[in-house]
């Protein structure tokens, strides 16, 4: 049985921090799916340069819908590639409107067990308080009420309450914290 751990949430949820600390604690791989992505939304057809003109026409939230088609297909490589893994997914990846997309992410994920959802607090908007404080620093000040929007959208969205097998909240708790506490959930 594959023993990967899937850490899925909204931006500046934790993922990665609690990530690599889980892979260190677990001698298992670790791997950032937005950090390796690009090589799988290539073998798809990926194009940059429809993507500049997306992003001309569009802006972000064009390119946010033609990222979906290749955000599922980089889930399905991923999770066939590094099984007994700790996995953190981008904030999108397990996010998505259109409901194929989802089916498909859905039936990748569903044979394993450690699908766990990352939020600050079990109350939306205090979540969304919580998370517009852990802005990253390379979202300036004009891209700050879109960055937040998303976020939010990331957090109220279905998909990652459909997908997550447990659910791990953060507010208050030290990585370690946050890390014995999934440990101890594990199946």
């Given amino acids: 049985m594959d023993t990967s751990i899937i850490l899925i949430g909204p931006m500046g949820a934790g993922k990665t921090t609690i990530g690599e600390r889980l892979s260190k604690r677990l001698n298992l791989g670790w791997v950032q799916l937005d950090e390796i992505r690009q090589p799988y939304y290539d ?3 990926y194009d940059h340069e429809t993507t500049k003109q997306i992003h001309a026409e569009k802006g972000m939230a064009g390119i946010i819908k033609y990222w979906k088609p290749f955000e599922a297909y980089s889930v399905e490589r991923v999770l066939a590639e590094y099984p007994n893994s700790v996995i953190d997914f981008g904030a999108g990846q397990s996010v998505y409107e259109d409901e194929v997309l989802f089916a498909r ?8 067990p450690n699908v766990i959802l990352l939020l600050p607090s079990p109350d939306i ?9 852990r802005v990253p620093a390379e979202i300036t000040p004009d891209m700050l009420d879109w960055f937040n929007d998303l976020n939010a959208h990331f957090i109220r969205h279905k998909s990652n309450h459909e997908l997550a097998k447990i659910t791990i909240y953060t507010n208050g708790r030290t990585p370690d914290e946050t890390c014995d506490d999934i440990i101890g959930k594990l199946k």
Avoid: C, H
Avoid at 106 to 112: G, I, Q, S, V, Y
Avoid at 125 to 133: V, Y
């Fill in 105 to 112: 992410v859905k039936k990748a994920l569903t044979p394993l």
């Fill in 43 to 45: 073998e798809i057809g």
């Fill in 125 to 133: 908007d205090e979540t969304i308080r919580i998370l517009k404080s």
